[in-house]
């Protein structure tokens, strides 16, 4: 499942090839579970709009569009442009974006094809359907703070007094958004935590080692375009992803790198947890 790095890094893809270039015209699937929205809804809103930015909120690309019509040829219009438009799209577990030229042959499970102006297209790809696609007028907001954007004492004030597990609060989307199982379990190994303490007994001190964690460990993960370990692909349709040396996800049985310990997997709301059960407390 794509994180919060993959969608960075495929948002700097796509923001590469096709900011400026407008939609001029859309072919939705049949397949009715993507779609968070009408598909004649969505279809009218992306046609004839030009790409003014794609932009990531939490895990989800946000494409700001502009209504071509207003902005006459060389001019740049001051004006509030009121057929301005969003297009959100979620990745879910196995959604892809991809940009490809008109001859490339159509994946299976596509579901939504915008043809652009320059000729190429962009393609919503998702074999599992856990994906969303929607548009609104403006101000998408999918909840929770950035966590590359909160401050110290936000990100603390969020976290403080929970009575939930520390891994379960930073999973939660409608704190911290963006964070997924793999750099939640990097984080809370960096900051020396064990995931199955409660938020409520951690100390001030540790939630700011956290919070410095969770940012080094994304961070990271976005200078290296992404640390997936899903199939997925970026917007060129390329394997565009490197592994951030994981230190406890996925190697349990195996020795800490910095004690020798071995790594100890539990399972928390149905999710497996890796922790060193020496270096975390
Ligand atoms: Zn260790």
Excluded at 78 to 96: C, I, S, Y
Excluded at 133 to 153: C, I, K, M, Q, T
Excluded at 205 to 221: D, F, I, M, N
Aim: with cysteine; hydrophobic share 35%; net charge positive.
């Amino acid at each position: 499942m794509p994180e919060l790095p993959e969608v960075e890094t495929i948002v700097r893809g796509l923001e590469r090839r096709v900011v400026g270039d407008m939609i001029e015209s859309v072919w939705i699937g049949s397949r009715k579970q993507p779609l968070k929205s009408p598909a004649a809804l969505i279809a009218g809103t992306l046609e004839g709009k030009r790409i003014d930015r794609v932009h990531r909120a939490g895990k989800h690309i946000v494409f700001e569009l502009k209504s071509f019509a207003t902005l006459p040829k060389g001019k740049r219009s001051e004006k509030p442009d009121n057929n301005a438009a969003q297009w959100v799209v979620h990745l879910g577990m196995t959604g892809r974006m991809v940009v490809s030229e008109p001859s490339t042959e159509i994946a299976k499970h596509t579901h939504l094809i915008a043809t652009l102006a320059s000729g190429r297209q962009l393609r919503f790809v998702d074999p599992r359907m856990f994906g969303k696609l929607s548009v609104h007028s403006a101000g998408f907001d999918p909840g929770g703070v950035e966590p590359l954007e909160v401050s110290e004492e936000r990100f603390i004030a969020l976290f403080r007094g929970r009575k939930t597990p520390i891994k379960s609060a930073l999973l939660n989307q409608k704190l911290a958004r963006g964070v997924g199982n793999i750099y939640a379990d990097e984080s809370l190994f960096r900051a020396g935590i064990r995931p199955r303490r409660r938020a409520a007994a951690i100390t001030r001190k540790e939630l700011g080692k956290l919070y410095r964690s969770v940012r080094e460990v994304l961070r990271e993960a976005i200078s290296l375009g992404g640390s997936s370990v899903s199939d997925y692909v970026d917007a060129d349709g390329e394997e565009g992803f490197f592994q951030l040396q994981h230190h406890v996800y996925g190697r349990e049985g195996e020795p800490c790198h910095t004690c020798g310990t071995a790594i100890r997997r539990v399972v928390l709301v149905g999710r497996s947890s890796h922790y060193c059960p020496k270096c975390q407390k």
